[in-house]
């Protein structure tokens, strides 16, 4: 199957083609930095992370980009609050929001544009806007004219009855018509401004993602993707503001990711169940957060609560547990038995079918939940076996194994929780050494003391049935409070 997407624009699952073969040009809309971002934009940005890993992983050559909105309201609103410039709280937030990303197990995009280091490109593109009659100025702001732009709606599927309707409620005697949106605001009093033609003022939100999209992917890119919540009307806006200038639609493909609740409920600071990541990962390993925010696919709806996070941490430990038994089996070799080369070909037959499943699920509309599920199978699958008793390791069954913790390796790539399990230590291996001397010697009563000893030291034991001993470190625990601490 060829990758496919479903494309908001076109409202259906599309093949993917880009516009230059080989290369995929990608946008998603990054933070707005007047805060630590919580687990619901971790959603949009692990799913955006993951779609470029899939993409690279495809052969493409990926140039992705998300900006960082530094200047809005709620940054103004909280510097005046706390009594601080607007640019202190958002170079603060921004650097969180970098700090938190690679926490989170997320690449840094290839360019991370700022607004704020963008001023004369936007007012470039607003005065383009105003040539082309499709802005006008009023009393120092400057403000997108909606109906003149005969497509606009495109992207959300709104028509402008619809959107007229219910905009006629607060009419703002400053614009021309009701669905007019703000491109260039006047300065008020206070706020932070920089000079332009129309007086001092700042960008507005949608202009800005417009502008630096273009700048760095060119006027008509591949992929722009966001949270669902942003299609209306950040990205009608932003779509409108460029193909009006440029004649192209800004992007060829529009990806939104679902919404993703606490409980069942919907996330807000009002109801207390807000859950910023920073948080999260001092209870939690990032990779269990990873695997759950790609266990749906993602545009369904998802929610954060205790079972869902606890049925994830079980699975992660598996494939944890999986790749320690591979690495250990393939340290510690059991005589050869060439008997067995018949069931190691089998094996290495279903990891292959193993690796197309997974792919199938990628290439369709990125179904991480498929795919996540394929882990969970494949890791299964090398478990049964290494449980067999005539497990014997010879030259064909050692390059089986071998090839199988690199594909699981591979596909935990794809998802950002590729393996970092740590080296054990002399202290470790010496008493793996003594237990594995008990045994030999039937002395059990030692076995299961030194058993004890390792996994206070935070080690998981195995006995396996070919006589093999396994020391497995152990995953990080999950601590059971992290749904219901209110932050
Ligand atoms: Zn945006």
């Known amino acids: 199957m060829s990758l496919q997407f479903y494309n908001t624009l076109s409202r259906r699952k599309e093949e993917f083609v880009p516009t230059i073969p080989g290369e995929v040009r990608v946008y998603a809309c990054g933070p707005t930095v007047y805060d630590y971002f919580h687990v619901g934009n971790a959603r949009a940005f692990v799913v955006f992370d993951t779609l470029r890993r899939v993409l690279e992983r495809r052969g493409y050559k990926v140039t992705f980009v998300q900006n960082i909105t530094d200047i809005d309201d709620k940054i103004i609103n ?7 410039k607007a640019s202190d709280v958002a170079d603060e937030f921004t650097a969180a929001f970098r700090t938190d990303l690679a926490e989170l197990g997320n690449r840094p995009a290839d360019i991370t544009p700022r607004a704020t280091e963008h001023i004369p490109e ?32 495109k992207v959300s599927g709104k028509n402008i009855e619809e959107l007229e309707e219910g905009a006629r409620v607060e009419v703002d005697p400053r614009k021309k018509d009701p669905l007019d949106f703000a491109l260039w605001k006047a300065a008020k009093p206070g706020e932070p401004s920089w000079e332009s ?14 502008v630096m999209s273009m700048k ?29 200038v440029t004649g192209k639609p800004l992007a060829k493909y529009w990806l939104h990711n679902g919404h993703l609740k606490i409980d069942g ?18 209870v939690m390993p990032r990779q269990v957060l990873r695997l759950f925010l790609l266990s749906a696919h993602y545009r369904s709806p998802l929610d954060f609560n205790p079972e869902n996070i606890e049925a994830v941490q079980k699975g992660y430990e598996e494939i944890w547990r999986t790749l320690g038994r591979l690495r250990e089996v393939l340290a510690f070799p059991v005589a ?46 090398i478990k049964k076996m290494l449980a067999q008793r005539t497990f014997r390791f010879s030259a064909a069954s050692q390059a089986a194994l071998t090839q199988a913790r690199l594909q699981l390796m591979a596909m935990n790539d794809v998802f950002g929780i590729g393996e970092d399990m ?40 195995e006995d396996m049935a070919s006589g093999a001993v396994l020391v497995i470190p152990a995953a990080l625990g999950i601590k059971k409070d992290v749904c219901e601490r209110k932050l």
């Not at 909280?78 to 601080?84: L, V, Y």
């Open 265 to 282: 409920e919907k996330m807000s600071k009002s109801l207390g169940n807000f859950r910023v990541v920073r948080d999260i990962l001092s």
């Open 422 to 461: 740590p080296i054990k230590n002399a202290e470790v291996q010496a008493l793996q050494d003594q237990r594995r001397e008990a045994r030999q010697q039937k002395d059990w009563a030692e076995s299961d003391r030194l058993r004890k000893v390792l996994e206070a030291e935070g080690f998981w034991v």
């Open 336 to 381: 050869a038995d060439e008997s067995f080369d018949k069931d190691v070909a089998a094996f290495a037959v279903g990891c292959g079918q193993s690796l197309a499943r997974f792919d199938q699920h990628l290439d369709d509309d990125l179904n991480t939940a498929g795919a996540v599920g394929e882990i969970y199978s494949f890791a299964n699958h």
């Open 122 to 153: 936007i007012i470039a593109w607003v005065q383009k806007l105003i040539e082309t009659q499709h802005a006008y100025v009023m009393e120092g702001d400057v403000y997108f004219a909606v109906r003149s732009f005969a497509a606009y709606g």
């Open 78 to 84: 909280r510097a005046n609050k706390e009594g601080r």
């Open 216 to 244: 760095y992917l060119g006027e008509s890119f591949d992929i722009h993707g966001g949270g669902e919540d942003l299609i209306f009307p950040h990205h009608e806006n932003e779509n409108a503001q460029s193909e009006a």
């Open 197 to 210: 033609p129309w007086g001092p003022g700042r960008p507005g939100w949608h202009i800005e993602c417009s």
